[in-house]
């Protein structure tokens, strides 16, 4: 059964983005020291679940994402709590021009400028 293992994101700066998604996620920075592009897996607190890593790329992160990272909360509230939480970490708002009437997203972008979602799963 195929199985989604780890989400890979680049990074001009890996631990500047290693640090935030430890952070973020309260994952567990797991570091390659033989990588010669700074490859580092972030684990799970509990070591289950989806991991998340980073390496170092040359090119930029892209204003409208093909794919994207969406972070689930369960109340309006808690999505208010987060967002701000991450910005505190270093996340940036993103002025985005296709949100909704009613969204129950809001788009954030990480230190590297690397877009993702923060979703509010009562809304509506």
Same mark, same amino acid.
């Given at each position: 059964m195929l199985r989604? !293992?780890?989400i890979v994101m680049g990074a001009a700066d890996v631990e500047r983005a290693v640090a935030f998604w430890a952070g973020a996620l309260g994952y567990r @920075?797991?570091?390659f020291p033989d990588a010669d592009? !700074?490859?580092t897996i972030l684990v @799970? @607190?509990? !070591?289950e679940g989806t991991r998340v890593a980073l390496q170092r790329a040359d090119g930029e992160?892209?204003?409208h @994402? %093909?794919?994207h990272v969406d972070l689930v909360v369960d109340s309006a509230d808690e999505q208010t709590a987060e967002v701000a939480r991450l910005v505190e970490l270093g996340a940036? %708002?993103?002025e985005w021009d296709s949100y909704p009437d009613d969204p129950d997203f809001v788009v954030l972008a990480d230190t590297e400028g690397n877009r993702f979602c923060v979703v509010d799963a009562g809304h509506g």
């Amino acid at each position: 059964m195929l199985r989604l !293992g780890t989400i890979v994101m680049g990074a001009a700066d890996v631990e500047r983005a290693v640090a935030f998604w430890a952070g973020a996620l309260g994952y567990r @920075p797991h570091h390659f020291p033989d990588a010669d592009n !700074g490859f580092t897996i972030l684990v @799970p @607190p509990d !070591g289950e679940g989806t991991r998340v890593a980073l390496q170092r790329a040359d090119g930029e992160a892209e204003r409208h @994402p %093909r794919l994207h990272v969406d972070l689930v909360v369960d109340s309006a509230d808690e999505q208010t709590a987060e967002v701000a939480r991450l910005v505190e970490l270093g996340a940036t %708002r993103v002025e985005w021009d296709s949100y909704p009437d009613d969204p129950d997203f809001v788009v954030l972008a990480d230190t590297e400028g690397n877009r993702f979602c923060v979703v509010d799963a009562g809304h509506g």
